[in-house]
């Protein structure tokens, strides 16, 4: 599209929103997003004329236009990437297959966001697939949340990262029984009932156990003996036979299944289940079987690469290429699963979706656009080292999201009654700012914004009064003010809560509508009462 047909079609939606009136300044703010470059005079000029055309059209005009426009997406087109994800060399034999393997102990955050937007980004670009895997087989330790698909798919889809197949572990838990028994079999591990004090004082010397050379059929025998329950919790392990002289003792013999006797779980048939497997072995083994040849993770995987490659010699696979990549941090926001958890179960979080969390959902509800969050983890890339991430850069990124938008209007935490004598058209009777007016005295002249001048002649704790003195712009302080008002309760970003007024048009906003409050910054409704808007702060 030219420039003048981006904001003639931002022009039609912003006329569609607001009672057939398109505002330049929005439509100027868009433009100058879609071209920074373009210079600002005639940016005006481009944004006059869309305004002018849009706002020429009759409702049923603008109406067709709108759904036109709707059906191709409003939103700014992502910039290309290429140039921060390397280029993957190997695709042009292999198919590029990717997937997400999160733990669904609770919903995701920015740093776990960064492993599907980036594995969801490579599948596209090679025209693969996408596949999203639960990594659920953690009964005791990091039980799974009810219903999290629909939330990890909710966020999900926010993000653009539609998975193109879903699978639970715990659904698959026969399937990797069958793959122990063979590496049991063909002597590939074993199973340990040494006690773990032992076991790690003979690794620490790069020794093997007794229970390493127990013949295959005595193994298959205990192997079914752990199926049924009738060995304990806690007194044997399943272990992958590596090189005992590997110099990371971590490596050396890791444990592949254990047994859990009362697992707790949201998968009715894998409570009924006492044999658990680890989420290297499950992990290796879905992705070869599900045809995963890109891995991305985190940086502390790649202990776990070394440990699962030993498992994919052992079966004669071919282990997929891998990326990975560091932590990531967001100043003032936790981004523990673990910790939020807790956090919420002691009282100290309102829900996942606290605006003082780094989870997704709480992102979304706060405002933030998804494209934003995603331009900030793209400009990353798949680099190896802890990165943080700068909140001003977050904020410039969503803001050019967002500004064109959202509707400016004033707010208020104190009201406060302004008569103006003479005043035009029955504006003499307005609400302004009581904190705004209390720096100023009898005599002086402000001008009420996009409206006329005033001078004070009088003012008290509960009204105010001034003379009309005209409406040429002057160069005198600009207040904001409104003739109707309606309660309004915002959420702050540290979840405190700020109580005041603001004009009656907000009342009009559904949910998901974004405001201007001047003095404040964004904000997003969040939901209504009959007399009160509940929003949330997204940021200045």
């Not at 703010?29 to 373009?38: E, F, H, N, R, V």
């Not at 639960?134 to 330790?141: A, E, G, L, N, R």
Request: charged share 35%; aromatic share 10%; glycine share 6%.
């Amino acid at each position: 599209m030219t420039i003048e047909e981006d904001a003639y079609r931002y022009a039609v939606k912003n006329a569609s929103l607001h009672n057939g009136k398109a505002s330049s300044g929005a439509i100027m703010g868009k433009i100058k997003a879609l071209y920074p470059k373009l210079d600002i005079k005639k940016t005006m000029e481009i944004a006059l004329e869309a305004v002018k055309k849009a706002n020429g059209l009759e409702p049923v005009e603008l109406k067709k236009e709108f759904e036109k426009f709707e059906k191709q997406g409003w939103e700014l087109k992502p910039k290309e990437k290429e140039e921060k994800l390397p280029m993957l060399e190997w695709a042009k034999k292999e198919k590029v297959v990717t997937r997400y393997a999160p733990n669904p102990n609770g919903p995701f955050h920015l740093g776990n966001a960064r492993t599907a937007v980036l594995s969801k980004d490579y599948a596209e670009k090679y025209n693969g697939k996408f596949i999203l895997r639960f990594d659920d087989t953690d009964p005791k330790v990091k039980k799974p949340i009810a219903n999290a698909e629909a939330i990890f798919k909710e966020d999900l889809n926010w993000l653009g990262c539609t998975p193109d197949e879903t699978f639970f572990a715990s659904d698959r838990l026969d399937i990797y029984y069958s793959y122990l028994k063979t590496a049991l079999q063909k002597g590939y591990a074993y199973i340990c009932q040494c006690k773990s004090e032992e076991w790690r004082e003979k690794i620490k010397k790069k020794e093997a156990c007794k229970c390493r050379e127990i013949k295959p059929r005595k193994q298959h025998k205990l192997f079914e003996q752990m199926l049924k329950g009738e060995i304990k919790e806690g007194t044997a392990v399943i272990r992958i036979k590596t090189d005992l002289e590997n110099k990371d003792p971590s490596v050396r013999d890791w444990w592949a299944a254990k047994i859990v006797d009362e697992a707790i779980h949201t998968n009715p048939k894998a409570m009924e289940k006492y044999v658990w497997p680890s989420y290297n072995f499950a992990s290796a083994i879905d992705d070869h079987l599900l045809k995963v040849t890109l891995i991305i993770r985190g940086q502390e995987h790649e202990q776990n690469k070394t440990k699962q490659e030993f498992l994919y010699k052992h079966f004669g696979w071919e282990y997929p290429h891998c990326f990975h990549i560091g932590r990531i941090g967001l100043p003032g926001l936790m981004l523990s699963t673990s910790k939020i958890k807790e956090g919420i179960e002691k009282g100290l979080y309102s829900g996942w979706d606290d605006p003082r969390l780094g989870t997704i959902c709480a992102f979304r509800r706060r405002g933030f656009k998804a494209e934003a969050l995603k331009e900030a983890l793209f400009d990353l890339g798949v680099n190896t080292n802890d990165s943080t991430i700068q909140w001003a850069k977050l904020i410039d990124l969503n803001k050019k999201l967002i500004e064109p938008e959202s509707e400016r209007m004033a707010f208020f935490e104190e009201p406060l009654q302004l008569d103006v004598h003479l005043a035009p058209e029955q504006n003499g009777k307005l609400i302004v700012n009581k904190k705004v007016f209390e720096k100023f005295k009898k005599g002086d002249v402000i001008r009420l914004r996009q409206l006329f001048n005033i001078k004070i002649t009088k003012k008290d704790s509960l009204q105010v009064f001034a003379d009309f003195v005209g409406t040429a712009k002057i160069n005198k302080p600009i207040v904001g003010w409104f003739r109707e008002r309606t309660d309004v309760e915002i959420v702050m970003d540290d979840n405190s809560k700020k109580l005041g007024i603001a004009d009656m048009k907000i009342a009009g906003k559904e949910k998901g509508e974004r405001v201007y409050f001047d003095g404040l910054g964004f904000c997003i409704v969040d939901s209504k009462e009959e007399k009160k808007v509940l929003l949330r702060f997204t940021h200045k």
